[in-house]
T-cell receptor, first 112, second 115 residues
């Protein structure tokens, strides 16, 4: 069965330090990959997507993600965390058969 | 601001009430979705409409009844709900369900409490 794994349920960083949120997926078919952010009591906002073009994808708010086929990973990074980045982050994968799965989510805490 | 609008933002209803959630998008998207999200969990897919036809029903109880009156509107009719149905209900749209790289665009959700 196809699956998405976010390796950390909670990540805590200090403001101004780098952020790394990890996502791995099963690789039965060529996927499209997305990262979404959800602030409390809000809907999900698209940060970025990978769709078989460049393997390094730039998104909004300074976030990037790198697609590594050999590792079946799509980790989300940001060089310098801001207090406003504190939120829940979801990795989402859609396979060619249109099966789409959400990861369990990673809660990012940013300390002053 | 989101391009998918959901109303109401909050809803409290008793177990015998009938209410409806509404969702609207004007991006010309042809696929629309209902998701249910419990606290600290990812969204769970409930229904998918593609070109105004129901294409996926994820074994949702019949007390939830979706409706797609036209390509811009999606409703979720609620009747005889249970307290465990309390959750954030999210509407989403995408350009076309068949386009794998077409992202979902989410509304801000309706926070439903069943008393």
């Amino acid at each position: 069965a196809q699956s998405v794994t976010q390796l950390d349920s909670h990540v805590s960083v200090s403001e101004g330090t780098p952020v790394l949120l990890r996502c791995n997926y099963s690789s039965s078919y060529s996927p499209s990959l997305f990262w979404y952010v959800q602030h409390p009591n809000k809907g999900l906002q698209l940060l970025l997507k990978y769709t078989s073009a460049a393997t390094l994808v730039k998104g909004i708010n300074g976030f990037e993600a790198e697609f590594k086929k050999s590792e079946t990973s799509f980790h989300l990074t940001k060089p310098s965390a801001h207090m406003s980045d504190a939120a829940e982050y979801f990795c989402v994968v859609r396979w060619n058969n249109n099966d789409m799965r959400f990861g369990a989510g990673t809660r990012l805490t940013v300390k002053p | 601001d989101t391009e998918v609008t959901q109303t109401p933002k909050h809803l409290v209803m008793g177990m015998t009430n009938k209410k409806s959630l509404k969702c609207e998008q004007h991006m010309g998207h042809r696929a629309m979705y209902w998701y249910k999200q419990k606290a600290k969990k990812p969204p769970e897919l409930m229904f998918v409409y593609s070109y105004e036809k129901l294409s996926i029903n994820e074994s949702v109880p019949s007390r939830f009844s979706p409706e797609c009156p036209n390509s811009s509107l999606l409703n979720l009719h609620l009747h005889a709900l249970q307290p465990e149905d309390s959750a954030l209900y999210l509407c989403a749209s995408s350009q076309d369900r068949g386009l794998g790289d077409s992202p979902l665009h989410f509304g801000n959700g309706t926070r439903l409490t069943v008393t």
